[in-house]
């Protein structure tokens, strides 16, 4: 709204005013900053945004995190184990600045989502399926609510969305790395015909082109079809090592065919194995190296949580302990009922848990210190131990 200029007389009162103003702040011991007179604006002022109010309930004491994961349904028992793993960090820690609350998404992860903003929530950890997260981040981030994700699915990351979740990218730059630091040059891959599978075709192109090794071939299949896309990619050229992209079970169908080749190229595979047991029972598999987080402090964790809950966790539900860990580090600057502090979750330094060091980058994803393990016929054996930190 446009003001029209104050008359001359009208002026000197004004001032006479102020003056009057500044003398009793001065006597209240309150002096303000020196500046010179200014004119009053012609333009309608724009007013800075108030900050948003608390959604917190009356005499709520503790900022509230969300756990979204499936409590029924087929994948019920994991998101269970992943939920008493974060409320064992809870207890482990003393976290006294957050409440947890569960929502089971079984029966739709928006309507979940949609429960735990209306109840105050102000940072979300899951959901564990990628498209479980497809559906959350969307309300969330016009809530400004941050989403950790318990996913491995790269594509749903950034823009509020940060994923716990090992991506087969990490765990295959890794292991390539290793091989090519003890002789291999020339790699090739067989990829499943999937969306975990195009993502790993991308990282091995990547990790290959990284290490300055050379990408032989690369094969995809489909079902039931890996031997014979493993015949293919002999018939491409000699291969210091081959990555399977899959898991143990499927890789034992084209071990017999890879290792015709002469030499016997080296068995590579992803972070998948590391969710596996008796993987050294199979003599095909034994010798292959994959990456994934260290082991060192899973069976401290796994004894306290069968301690608590009489049965043993699943190996993903480290997910949700560490992510609780990395609330309770962040909750210590976090102002009750105001917005969760976003930036501290790209902390250069990042965060230790059981599943080691790991970092979130600007695109959401979490860049993971993992170590490199071999199968050998009583399990597996650290090869390459992880980093302690980032440099």
């Known amino acids: 709204m446009a003001s029209a200029a104050l008359k001359p007389q009208a002026m000197q009162v004004w001032l006479r005013l102020v003056g009057l103003v500044l003398l009793s702040l001065a006597v209240a011991g309150c002096v303000p900053r020196s500046r ?19 959604l917190l309930p009356p005499g709520e004491t503790m900022n509230r995190v969300a756990v979204l994961v499936p409590l029924t349904g087929s994948n019920g028992a994991l998101g269970r184990s992943i939920l008493n793993a974060a409320n064992l960090a809870l207890l482990d820690t003393g976290g006294g600045r957050i409440r947890i609350t569960a929502y089971d998404t079984a029966n739709g992860a928006a309507p979940a989502a949609n429960d735990a903003l209306a109840e105050g929530s102000g940072l979300i950890l899951g959901p564990l399926l990628a498209e479980d ?21 790269s594509g749903v990351a950034g823009d509020g969305v940060y994923l716990m979740g090992i ?15 003890r002789g291999a040059n020339g790699f090739g891959a067989l990829v499943p015909a999937s969306v975990y599978g195009e993502r790993a075709s991308a990282a091995m192109v990547a990790a290959a082109e990284g290490a300055g090794a050379r990408l032989v071939g690369m094969q995809s299949y489909t079902p039931g079809a890996i031997a014979a896309a493993a015949a293919r990619l002999n018939a491409m050229g000699r291969t210091d090592a081959v990555l399977v992209a899959d898991g143990s079970r499927t890789a034992l169908q084209a071990v017999p065919i890879i290792r015709q080749s002469s ?7 992803t972070e998948l194995w590391a969710t596996e047991s008796n993987l050294g029972a199979s003599a095909g ?7 994934a987080p260290s082991d060192a402090l899973y069976g401290q964790f796994r004894s306290r949580y069968r301690a608590r809950y009489n049965v043993n966790p699943y ?19 976090w102002p009750l009922g105001r917005p969760f502090p976003e930036r501290a979750l790209r902390n250069a330094e990042g965060f230790t848990g059981v599943d080691g060091a790991f970092r979130f980058g600007r695109d959401g994803l979490a860049d993971r210190a993992l170590e490199v393990r071999e199968v050998t016929a009583a399990g597996t054996s650290v090869v390459s131990p992880a980093p302690h930190g980032f440099n």
């Open 315 to 333: 190996r993903l539900a480290t997910l949700g302990y560490d992510s609780v860990l990395l609330a309770v580090r962040v909750a210590a600057d």
């Open 285 to 291: 598999l034994r010798g292959a190296w994959f990456a």
């Open 36 to 54: 010179a007179p200014r004119q009053l604006p012609t333009q309608p002022v724009e007013v800075a945004e108030e900050a948003p109010q608390s």
């Open 167 to 181: 991506t087969p990218a990490q765990s295959i730059a890794r292991v390539v790395d290793y091989a090519h630091s």
């Open 133 to 153: 997260v497809r559906a959350v981040a969307p309300l969330a981030r016009r809530a400004r609510v941050p989403v950790i994700a318990f996913s491995n699915d």
């Open 263 to 269: 030499p016997q190229p080296r068995l590579l595979a």
